[in-house]
């Protein structure tokens, strides 16, 4: 099992910035590549971000290319989304998620463990 706990949220001005984390417990962290997703009121989780075991390879959705940053301190068991030039369209619910990597580079296992999320809200 592993426990995920984001932090980070808040509401936030469009043009403004925000950092996220999550902490992980209970297995061994560099064993999991890891990943941010968002739902937003009345759509589909989507994905955000991700980023490989060491940090080595990472994958951004379209939408927040070059806003947002992925990174991960596995000392500290620890992810973060560093998000920039914030929208309105940017406002959801932000959760992380892990994948037990089974091979090189963003070559993950589905996500089986997820947090509670954290509430992120841009005004315009």
């Known amino acids: 099992q592993v426990q995920l706990v984001e932090s980070g949220g808040g509401l936030v001005q469009a043009g403004g910035s925000l950092s996220l984390s999550c902490a992980a417990s209970?297995?061994?962290?560099?064993?999991?590549?890891m990943g941010w997703f968002r739902q937003a009121p009345g759509k589909e989780r989507e994905f955000v971000a991700a980023i490989s075991w060491n940090g080595g390879a990472t994958n951004y959705a379209n939408s927040v290319k070059g806003r947002f940053t992925i990174s991960r301190n596995n000392a500290m068991n620890t992810m973060y989304l560093r998000m920039n030039s914030l929208k309105p369209e940017d406002t959801a619910v932000y959760s992380c998620?892990?994948?037990?990597?089974?091979?090189?580079?963003?070559?993950?296992?589905?996500?089986?463990?997820w947090g509670q999320g954290t509430q992120v809200t841009v005004s315009s």
């Open positions: 209970g297995r061994t962290f560099n064993d999991f590549g």
């Open positions: 998620a892990a994948a037990r990597q089974n091979g090189p580079g963003l070559s993950l296992d589905p996500w089986t463990y």
